[in-house]
Protein backbone atom coordinates (compact mmCIF):
# COMPACT_ATOMS: atom_id res chain seq x y z
CA UNK A 1 0.00 0.00 0.00
CA UNK A 2 2.93 2.21 0.86
CA UNK A 3 4.52 1.61 -2.64
CA UNK A 4 0.76 2.32 -4.30
CA UNK A 5 0.49 5.66 -2.18
CA UNK A 6 4.23 6.75 -3.42
CA UNK A 7 3.55 6.05 -7.21
CA UNK A 8 0.04 7.74 -7.13
CA UNK A 9 1.79 10.78 -5.28
CA UNK A 10 4.66 10.86 -8.04
CA UNK A 11 1.94 10.85 -10.77
CA UNK A 12 0.05 13.61 -9.38
CA UNK A 13 2.93 15.64 -8.83
CA UNK A 14 3.73 14.59 -12.96
CA UNK A 15 0.52 15.71 -13.64
CA UNK A 16 0.41 19.46 -11.78
CA UNK A 17 3.99 20.33 -13.47
CA UNK A 18 2.36 19.21 -16.58
CA UNK A 19 0.01 21.88 -16.36
CA UNK A 20 2.39 24.36 -15.69
CA UNK A 21 2.41 27.56 -17.81
CA UNK A 22 4.86 30.47 -18.79
CA UNK A 23 8.70 29.39 -17.77
CA UNK A 24 11.75 31.93 -15.99
CA UNK A 25 14.32 29.57 -16.12
CA UNK A 26 15.26 26.07 -16.70
CA UNK A 27 13.55 23.03 -15.05
CA UNK A 28 14.26 19.50 -14.85
CA UNK A 29 11.96 16.88 -16.26
CA UNK A 30 9.35 15.62 -13.96
CA UNK A 31 10.69 12.70 -12.50
CA UNK A 32 9.72 9.72 -9.26
CA UNK A 33 10.07 11.24 -5.74
CA UNK A 34 8.54 11.36 -2.52
CA UNK A 35 5.41 13.54 -1.81
CA UNK A 36 4.65 15.25 1.24
CA UNK A 37 1.77 14.70 2.38
CA UNK A 38 -0.18 17.26 3.27
CA UNK A 39 -3.11 17.34 5.22
CA UNK A 40 -5.30 20.96 4.77
CA UNK A 41 -3.42 23.06 1.98
CA UNK A 42 -4.93 22.78 -1.21
CA UNK A 43 -2.53 24.80 -3.04
CA UNK A 44 1.10 23.38 -2.22
CA UNK A 45 2.81 20.39 -3.02
CA UNK A 46 6.21 19.06 -1.84
CA UNK A 47 8.18 16.26 -3.67
CA UNK A 48 11.15 15.43 -2.55
CA UNK A 49 14.05 13.41 -4.33
CA UNK A 50 16.52 11.46 -3.15
CA UNK A 51 16.97 9.83 -0.12
CA UNK A 52 20.22 11.64 1.43
CA UNK A 53 21.92 8.23 1.99
CA UNK A 54 24.87 9.44 -0.78
CA UNK A 55 25.17 13.23 0.77
CA UNK A 56 26.52 14.57 4.04
CA UNK A 57 23.60 16.86 4.47
CA UNK A 58 21.37 13.89 5.79
CA UNK A 59 22.92 14.52 9.38
CA UNK A 60 22.66 17.90 9.19
CA UNK A 61 18.72 17.86 8.84
CA UNK A 62 18.36 17.67 4.68
CA UNK A 63 17.00 14.05 3.76
CA UNK A 64 16.88 14.73 -0.22
CA UNK A 65 18.82 15.56 -2.77
CA UNK A 66 16.57 18.03 -4.04
CA UNK A 67 12.87 19.34 -3.25
CA UNK A 68 10.45 20.32 -5.48
CA UNK A 69 7.54 23.26 -4.26
CA UNK A 70 4.52 23.63 -6.75
CA UNK A 71 2.08 26.12 -6.03
CA UNK A 72 -1.55 25.79 -7.71
CA UNK A 73 -2.91 29.32 -9.07
CA UNK A 74 -5.63 29.98 -6.97
CA UNK A 75 -7.25 31.84 -9.53
CA UNK A 76 -7.50 29.52 -12.20
CA UNK A 77 -8.18 26.34 -11.48
CA UNK A 78 -5.71 23.27 -13.14
CA UNK A 79 -2.98 25.51 -13.89
CA UNK A 80 0.35 26.54 -11.35
CA UNK A 81 1.49 30.08 -10.23
CA UNK A 82 4.89 28.95 -9.63
CA UNK A 83 7.37 25.69 -9.17
CA UNK A 84 10.56 25.92 -7.03
CA UNK A 85 13.17 23.88 -7.38
CA UNK A 86 15.28 23.62 -3.74
CA UNK A 87 18.89 22.89 -3.81
CA UNK A 88 21.09 22.38 -0.47
CA UNK A 89 24.17 24.55 -0.68
CA UNK A 90 27.64 22.90 -1.07
CA UNK A 91 29.24 20.68 -3.40
CA UNK A 92 26.92 18.12 -3.93
CA UNK A 93 24.30 20.65 -4.64
CA UNK A 94 26.70 22.52 -7.35
CA UNK A 95 26.77 18.45 -8.36
CA UNK A 96 22.79 18.49 -8.30
CA UNK A 97 22.46 21.66 -10.24
CA UNK A 98 24.88 20.34 -13.04
CA UNK A 99 22.46 16.75 -13.19
CA UNK A 100 19.48 19.21 -13.54
CA UNK A 101 20.92 20.88 -15.93
CA UNK A 102 21.93 17.70 -18.13
CA UNK A 103 18.60 17.08 -17.90
CA UNK A 104 16.66 19.93 -18.88
CA UNK A 105 13.74 19.41 -21.39
CA UNK A 106 11.30 21.63 -23.69
CA UNK A 107 8.31 20.50 -22.54
CA UNK A 108 5.36 22.94 -21.09
CA UNK A 109 6.92 24.20 -17.45
CA UNK A 110 5.55 27.09 -15.14
CA UNK A 111 7.54 29.67 -13.58
CA UNK A 112 10.33 28.03 -12.01
CA UNK A 113 13.06 29.32 -9.93
CA UNK A 114 15.80 27.20 -8.40
CA UNK A 115 16.84 27.68 -4.51
CA UNK A 116 19.74 27.25 -2.98
CA UNK A 117 18.84 26.67 0.46
CA UNK A 118 19.59 27.57 3.43
CA UNK A 119 18.23 31.02 2.42
CA UNK A 120 20.70 33.36 4.72
CA UNK A 121 19.42 36.70 3.09
CA UNK A 122 15.97 37.66 2.05
CA UNK A 123 13.64 40.39 1.63
CA UNK A 124 10.21 39.55 3.60
CA UNK A 125 7.50 41.83 1.97
CA UNK A 126 4.74 39.88 4.63
CA UNK A 127 4.61 40.69 8.71
CA UNK A 128 3.07 37.28 9.41
CA UNK A 129 6.12 35.62 7.80
CA UNK A 130 8.63 37.59 9.50
CA UNK A 131 6.58 36.70 12.85
CA UNK A 132 7.37 32.11 11.76
CA UNK A 133 10.27 33.22 10.79
CA UNK A 134 11.21 34.15 14.21
CA UNK A 135 9.25 30.83 15.77
CA UNK A 136 11.31 28.97 13.52
CA UNK A 137 14.35 30.36 14.73
CA UNK A 138 15.83 31.34 11.27
CA UNK A 139 15.01 35.15 12.21
CA UNK A 140 18.88 36.23 11.23
CA UNK A 141 18.07 35.24 7.57
CA UNK A 142 15.55 38.30 7.38
CA UNK A 143 17.57 41.31 6.07
CA UNK A 144 15.02 43.53 4.36
CA UNK A 145 11.32 44.37 5.08
CA UNK A 146 8.30 45.94 3.28
CA UNK A 147 5.53 48.49 5.10
CA UNK A 148 7.75 48.80 8.19
CA UNK A 149 5.51 50.90 9.78
CA UNK A 150 2.54 48.22 10.43
CA UNK A 151 4.81 45.19 11.50
CA UNK A 152 4.13 45.14 15.34
CA UNK A 153 7.63 42.35 15.90
CA UNK A 154 10.10 44.93 18.28
CA UNK A 155 13.02 43.38 17.29
CA UNK A 156 12.43 44.13 13.75
CA UNK A 157 12.01 47.52 14.62
CA UNK A 158 15.48 46.98 16.46
CA UNK A 159 17.34 45.76 13.95
CA UNK A 160 15.65 48.28 11.13
CA UNK A 161 16.91 51.29 13.12
CA UNK A 162 20.12 50.13 13.18
CA UNK A 163 20.83 49.86 8.90
CA UNK A 164 23.39 52.18 8.18
CA UNK A 165 24.94 51.08 10.76
CA UNK A 166 28.06 49.15 9.08
CA UNK A 167 29.31 47.76 12.47
CA UNK A 168 25.96 46.33 13.43
CA UNK A 169 25.27 42.27 12.95
CA UNK A 170 22.12 41.47 11.01
CA UNK A 171 20.59 44.82 10.25
CA UNK A 172 17.00 45.01 8.42
CA UNK A 173 17.06 47.76 5.44
CA UNK A 174 13.44 49.12 4.86
CA UNK A 175 12.85 48.40 1.33
CA UNK A 176 9.42 50.76 1.28
CA UNK A 177 5.64 49.40 0.13
CA UNK A 178 5.24 46.45 -0.71
CA UNK A 179 3.14 48.15 -3.93
CA UNK A 180 6.04 49.91 -4.71
CA UNK A 181 9.43 48.58 -3.30
CA UNK A 182 12.60 50.60 -3.59
CA UNK A 183 14.78 48.79 -6.30
CA UNK A 184 17.75 50.19 -5.18
CA UNK A 185 17.38 49.32 -1.74
CA UNK A 186 16.69 45.53 -2.48
CA UNK A 187 19.60 45.47 -4.99
CA UNK A 188 22.32 46.59 -2.26
CA UNK A 189 21.02 43.79 0.47
CA UNK A 190 21.77 41.04 -2.03
CA UNK A 191 18.96 38.63 -1.20
CA UNK A 192 18.53 35.34 -2.06
CA UNK A 193 14.92 35.25 -2.07
CA UNK A 194 12.22 37.67 -1.65
CA UNK A 195 9.02 36.38 -0.11
CA UNK A 196 5.73 38.87 -1.29
CA UNK A 197 2.03 37.90 -1.69
CA UNK A 198 0.77 36.86 -4.92
CA UNK A 199 -2.18 38.84 -6.42
CA UNK A 200 -4.92 37.92 -9.26
CA UNK A 201 -4.08 39.59 -12.69
CA UNK A 202 -0.46 41.56 -10.90
CA UNK A 203 0.63 41.48 -14.44
CA UNK A 204 4.39 40.55 -12.89
CA UNK A 205 6.44 41.90 -10.21
CA UNK A 206 7.67 44.81 -12.65
CA UNK A 207 11.98 45.51 -11.97
CA UNK A 208 11.56 42.78 -9.03
CA UNK A 209 11.32 40.36 -12.26
CA UNK A 210 14.70 41.63 -13.11
CA UNK A 211 16.85 41.57 -10.34
CA UNK A 212 17.18 37.28 -11.11
CA UNK A 213 16.29 36.52 -7.34
CA UNK A 214 13.91 33.91 -6.70
CA UNK A 215 10.84 35.18 -5.77
CA UNK A 216 8.51 33.26 -3.12
CA UNK A 217 5.06 33.82 -4.22
CA UNK A 218 3.44 32.89 -0.42
CA UNK A 219 0.14 32.63 -1.58
CA UNK A 220 -0.67 30.47 1.63
CA UNK A 221 -3.19 33.50 2.52
CA UNK A 222 -5.48 32.04 -0.42
CA UNK A 223 -5.82 28.39 1.28
CA UNK A 224 -9.75 28.62 2.52
CA UNK A 225 -8.81 26.46 5.40
CA UNK A 226 -7.05 27.96 9.00
CA UNK A 227 -5.00 24.73 9.33
CA UNK A 228 -4.61 24.77 5.24
CA UNK A 229 -2.85 28.10 5.52
CA UNK A 230 -0.89 27.31 8.86
CA UNK A 231 0.73 24.42 6.79
CA UNK A 232 2.61 26.43 4.68
CA UNK A 233 5.04 26.37 7.79
CA UNK A 234 6.73 23.29 6.16
CA UNK A 235 7.66 24.80 3.15
CA UNK A 236 9.10 27.74 4.53
CA UNK A 237 10.73 25.82 6.83
CA UNK A 238 12.83 23.89 3.95
CA UNK A 239 14.25 27.47 2.75
CA UNK A 240 16.12 28.60 5.90
CA UNK A 241 18.37 27.22 8.68
CA UNK A 242 18.23 27.59 12.11
CA UNK A 243 20.26 30.53 13.62
CA UNK A 244 23.29 29.93 15.68
CA UNK A 245 27.13 29.27 15.10
CA UNK A 246 27.20 26.28 12.99
CA UNK A 247 30.68 25.15 11.61
CA UNK A 248 31.75 26.84 8.48
CA UNK A 249 32.10 23.66 6.97
CA UNK A 250 28.65 22.03 8.01
CA UNK A 251 25.57 23.16 6.77
CA UNK A 252 23.66 24.05 9.59
CA UNK A 253 20.43 22.41 10.84
CA UNK A 254 17.08 23.25 8.76
CA UNK A 255 14.17 24.81 10.17
CA UNK A 256 12.53 21.98 8.22
CA UNK A 257 11.93 19.80 11.56
CA UNK A 258 10.79 23.11 13.66
CA UNK A 259 8.23 23.78 10.77
CA UNK A 260 6.63 19.80 11.33
CA UNK A 261 6.36 20.05 14.70
CA UNK A 262 5.22 23.34 15.49
CA UNK A 263 2.50 22.65 12.69
CA UNK A 264 1.48 19.28 14.77
CA UNK A 265 1.15 21.84 17.65
CA UNK A 266 -1.49 24.45 16.11
CA UNK A 267 -3.35 21.56 14.47
CA UNK A 268 -3.33 19.47 17.88
CA UNK A 269 -4.82 22.58 20.06
CA UNK A 270 -7.08 23.59 16.76
CA UNK A 271 -8.91 20.61 16.59
CA UNK A 272 -9.38 19.96 20.61
CA UNK A 273 -10.89 23.42 20.62
CA UNK A 274 -13.08 22.88 17.57
CA UNK A 275 -14.16 19.23 19.53
CA UNK A 276 -14.96 21.45 22.39
CA UNK A 277 -16.83 23.74 20.88
CA UNK A 278 -18.70 21.31 19.66
CA UNK A 279 -20.28 19.84 22.59
CA UNK A 280 -21.76 23.03 23.60
CA UNK A 281 -25.15 24.33 22.14
CA UNK A 282 -24.72 27.04 19.25
CA UNK A 283 -23.31 29.98 20.41
CA UNK A 284 -23.78 33.44 19.57
CA UNK A 285 -23.98 34.86 16.18
CA UNK A 286 -20.80 37.23 15.09
CA UNK A 287 -19.99 39.43 12.81
CA UNK A 288 -15.97 40.85 11.77
CA UNK A 289 -16.10 43.76 9.88
CA UNK A 290 -17.34 47.09 9.22
CA UNK A 291 -18.20 49.25 6.06
CA UNK A 292 -15.52 50.52 4.09
CA UNK A 293 -16.94 53.59 2.09
CA UNK A 294 -19.80 52.58 -0.13
CA UNK A 295 -19.10 48.82 0.47
CA UNK A 296 -19.57 46.26 3.47
CA UNK A 297 -16.72 43.13 2.96
CA UNK A 298 -17.76 40.65 4.78
CA UNK A 299 -15.79 36.51 5.04
CA UNK A 300 -17.59 34.46 2.76
CA UNK A 301 -19.16 31.14 4.52
CA UNK A 302 -16.39 28.69 2.96
CA UNK A 303 -13.88 31.31 3.91
CA UNK A 304 -10.45 30.65 6.79
CA UNK A 305 -12.91 32.96 8.78
CA UNK A 306 -16.15 31.78 8.00
CA UNK A 307 -14.77 28.11 8.60
CA UNK A 308 -13.14 29.80 12.05
CA UNK A 309 -16.76 30.37 13.18
CA UNK A 310 -18.16 27.61 11.74
CA UNK A 311 -15.41 25.17 14.00
CA UNK A 312 -16.29 27.90 16.90
CA UNK A 313 -19.72 26.63 16.78
CA UNK A 314 -20.69 30.45 16.58
CA UNK A 315 -23.51 31.39 14.35
CA UNK A 316 -23.12 33.70 10.79
CA UNK A 317 -25.07 34.69 9.18
CA UNK A 318 -23.49 34.25 5.56
CA UNK A 319 -22.38 30.71 7.06
CA UNK A 320 -24.59 28.85 3.77
CA UNK A 321 -22.65 31.21 1.38
CA UNK A 322 -20.14 28.48 -0.93
CA UNK A 323 -17.89 31.38 -1.24
CA UNK A 324 -14.21 31.05 0.17
CA UNK A 325 -13.36 34.59 -0.01
CA UNK A 326 -14.85 38.12 1.04
CA UNK A 327 -18.49 38.96 -0.25
CA UNK A 328 -18.24 42.91 -0.93
CA UNK A 329 -22.31 43.75 0.40
CA UNK A 330 -24.30 46.69 0.36
CA UNK A 331 -24.57 48.07 3.99
CA UNK A 332 -28.37 47.73 3.36
CA UNK A 333 -27.85 43.68 2.59
CA UNK A 334 -25.79 43.81 6.04
CA UNK A 335 -28.18 46.01 8.01
CA UNK A 336 -31.13 43.45 6.61
CA UNK A 337 -29.86 40.62 8.83
CA UNK A 338 -28.62 43.34 11.68
CA UNK A 339 -31.08 42.45 14.33
CA UNK A 340 -29.37 38.26 13.82
CA UNK A 341 -25.72 40.10 14.48
CA UNK A 342 -25.13 39.22 18.69
CA UNK A 343 -21.71 40.14 19.00
CA UNK A 344 -19.76 42.91 16.17
CA UNK A 345 -16.00 41.56 16.72
CA UNK A 346 -14.03 44.11 14.08
CA UNK A 347 -10.16 45.39 13.54
CA UNK A 348 -8.80 48.83 13.33
CA UNK A 349 -5.39 50.66 13.33
CA UNK A 350 -4.53 53.41 15.13
CA UNK A 351 -5.74 55.94 17.73
CA UNK A 352 -8.04 54.66 20.65
CA UNK A 353 -11.00 52.13 20.44
CA UNK A 354 -13.60 53.98 18.27
CA UNK A 355 -16.74 54.80 20.96
CA UNK A 356 -20.36 54.42 20.22
CA UNK A 357 -20.93 57.97 19.04
CA UNK A 358 -18.18 57.87 16.94
CA UNK A 359 -19.20 54.84 15.18
CA UNK A 360 -22.76 56.48 14.63
CA UNK A 361 -20.63 59.25 12.96
CA UNK A 362 -19.26 57.11 10.70
CA UNK A 363 -22.12 55.46 9.41
CA UNK A 364 -25.53 56.04 11.22
CA UNK A 365 -26.82 52.38 9.96
CA UNK A 366 -24.39 50.52 12.83
CA UNK A 367 -27.25 51.04 14.89
CA UNK A 368 -29.53 48.67 13.21
CA UNK A 369 -27.12 45.97 14.60
CA UNK A 370 -28.44 44.30 17.61
CA UNK A 371 -24.94 43.92 18.53
CA UNK A 372 -24.88 47.44 18.81
CA UNK A 373 -27.57 48.29 20.76
CA UNK A 374 -26.78 46.00 22.98
CA UNK A 375 -22.93 47.00 23.33
CA UNK A 376 -21.36 43.70 22.43
CA UNK A 377 -18.59 45.46 20.56
CA UNK A 378 -15.12 43.84 20.19
CA UNK A 379 -12.62 45.58 18.70
CA UNK A 380 -8.56 45.15 17.98
CA UNK A 381 -5.94 47.88 17.01
CA UNK A 382 -3.63 46.31 15.12
CA UNK A 383 -0.94 48.76 14.79
CA UNK A 384 -0.42 47.87 18.57
CA UNK A 385 -1.46 44.31 18.31
CA UNK A 386 0.01 41.75 16.62
CA UNK A 387 -3.25 40.47 15.23
CA UNK A 388 -2.04 39.73 11.95
CA UNK A 389 1.25 38.43 12.73
CA UNK A 390 -0.15 35.79 15.17
CA UNK A 391 -2.92 34.09 13.89
CA UNK A 392 -2.12 34.18 10.15
CA UNK A 393 -0.13 30.92 11.44
CA UNK A 394 -1.51 30.31 14.24
CA UNK A 395 -5.61 29.78 13.47
CA UNK A 396 -5.94 28.12 16.84
CA UNK A 397 -5.71 31.82 19.05
CA UNK A 398 -8.30 33.00 16.35
CA UNK A 399 -10.45 30.01 16.72
CA UNK A 400 -10.23 30.79 20.99
CA UNK A 401 -10.99 34.26 20.47
CA UNK A 402 -14.01 33.41 18.59
CA UNK A 403 -15.14 30.74 20.83
CA UNK A 404 -15.17 32.70 23.81
CA UNK A 405 -17.23 35.95 22.12
CA UNK A 406 -19.74 32.85 20.86
CA UNK A 407 -19.88 31.23 24.14
CA UNK A 408 -18.43 33.03 26.72
CA UNK A 409 -15.37 33.24 28.94
CA UNK A 410 -14.97 29.48 30.13
CA UNK A 411 -12.62 29.25 27.63
CA UNK A 412 -10.15 31.73 29.52
CA UNK A 413 -10.06 35.63 28.53
CA UNK A 414 -9.92 37.50 25.01
CA UNK A 415 -6.24 37.95 23.69
CA UNK A 416 -7.26 40.56 21.00
CA UNK A 417 -10.39 41.88 21.07
CA UNK A 418 -11.58 44.33 23.34
CA UNK A 419 -15.00 45.57 24.90
Same mark, same amino acid.
Given at each position: ????????????????? +??????????????????????????????????????? *????????????? =????? #?? +?????????????????????? %??????????????????????????????????????????????????????????????????????? @???????? !?????????????????????????????????????????????? !????????? %?????????? *? $???????????????? *?????????? /??????????????????????? $? @??? /??? $???????????? +???????????? !?????? !?????????????? #????????????? +?????? /????????????????????????????????????????? =????????????? /???
Amino acid at each position: MKKLYILLCGATAALLM +AACQGEKTAAADAEAGDTLEMKYAKLLTIVKHGDGEESS *DAAEGIDYQYAEA =IIANP #WK +AGTMLHRYILIPKGEEGDKTVA %MLARRRSTGARCTTDTVRTPVERSAVFIAPHCQLMYELGCQQAIRGVCDLDYINIPDVKKRAALSGNTSAQ @NPIVDCGS !SMAPDIERIIALKPEAILLSPFENSGGYGKLDKLHVPIIEAADYME !SSPLGRAEW %MKFYGMLFKK *D $GNAPKTALAASCEPKA *DSLFAKIEKE /YLKLKAEAAGYPKGLSILTERKT $G @NVW /YVP $GGQSTIGILLKD +ANARYIFEDDQH !SGSLAM !SPEQILAKGKQVDV #WAFKYFGGASLSQ +AQLLQE /YDGYKALAAFSRGNIYQVDTSTVPYFELTSFHPELLLREFI =ILAHGERFGKLRF /YKK
